[in-house]
């Protein structure tokens, strides 16, 4: 029996002179969800691509399911759905005829497209849009159509190539309501986020991608105690952060960490310790430097 949904071994893929994926290995277990973290040009669609059979890769392998995505890329296609960085809907078409075109490439019967197409209008809340065409639909409505149409037909490994990108907080809480839905069912998700928070609510376990390689897995909790115990946080008048100091926790870490900022820092500063975030460790984990915002971003 088959434990794992996604298997990957010492992936590479160049483009040019440009390596992108430096012996990429992971593995993900039925079920779950798991979440790739990188900044822009790390390489996280690339995989995502080439899990898809949408790209081949240089050397290594990986399969879908016990199947090889080279040599059996039918098996493989029949096994996933793919929701791309942007809605890949018709704007022309309603919501309705969206889903049921899709159901009817399928392969469903007219009879049978139709009774799929009202589930999964009402699944994803679409229920009162359906007759609308898809182009006056808000953003949090399109990614619900997309996902929608990805969803036709039931396969067990479902991928999200940054799911949430441009939506809004409500929106965006929905479709993580409509994520973990999908994995109470039994569904495999594969997702890449520019969300720290996304990954830290959603992921069964993460993988930090950077310069070509994973530099890091392990659940939320697990990567936040890399960065260490305690994260000193110095405001300033305006209550912005203007820098973060990592320190492991005890007592003697902490009072030199405030020794050092004392010494450096304006005597209205105010002092907030806190717990590591999801964006202390993305800063650790990608970058040389320390980190010195609370806030960090993959754009």
């Given amino acids: 029996m088959i434990r794992s949904a996604i298997e990957v071994v010492n992936l590479r893929k160049s483009f040019g002179k440009q390596a992108v994926l430096d012996g990429i290995s992971l593995t993900v277990g039925k079920g779950s969800i798991y979440a790739l973290l990188g900044p822009n040009g790390a390489g996280k669609t690339t995989l995502i691509h080439i899990l898809s059979t949408l790209t081949a890769p240089d050397s290594g392998y990986a399969r879908i399911e016990g199947c090889d995505v080279v040599q059996d890329r039918n098996a493989v296609r029949q096994a996933i759905s793919l929701t ?28 049978e497209a139709r009774i799929r197409t009202n589930e999964l209008l009402r699944r994803f809340d679409l229920e009162e849009a ?3 065409r898809a182009r006056t639909y808000s953003g949090g409505m399109r990614r619900r159509l997309d996902l929608a149409v990805s969803l036709v037909v039931d396969k067990p490994v479902l991928f999200l190539d940054e799911p949430t990108t441009g939506l809004d907080t409500i929106s965006r809480r929905s479709l993580w309501e409509i994520i973990l839905q999908l994995k109470q069912q039994g569904r495999t998700i594969f997702l890449t986020t520019q969300y720290l928070e996304e990954a830290d609510q959603l992921a069964d376990e993460i993988a930090v991608l950077s310069g070509g390689r994973i530099a890091a897995t392990g659940t939320a909790l697990e990567l936040k105690a890399r960065v260490g115990g305690e994260v000193i946080e110095l405001r300033n008048a305006q209550d912005e952060v203007i820098r973060a100091i990592p320190t492991s926790g005890d007592v003697q870490d902490v009072r030199r960490a405030l020794n050092e900022a004392a010494s450096a820092c304006p005597s209205d500063t ?4 806190r ?13 040389d ?8 971003t993959l754009a």
Wanted: glycine share 8%; hydrophobic share 45%.
């Fill in 275 to 287: 717990k590591p975030s999801m964006d202390d460790v993305f800063v650790a984990l990608t970058t």
């Fill in 130 to 132: 359906a007759g609308k």
């Fill in 270 to 273: 105010r002092v907030v310790i």
């Fill in 84 to 111: 791309g960085q942007f809605a890949a809907v018709d704007e022309v078409l309603t919501g309705r005829e969206n889903i049921a075109m899709m159901a009817r490439l399928s392969g469903l019967s007219p009879a």
């Fill in 289 to 296: 430097h320390p980190i010195e915002s609370k806030e960090a």
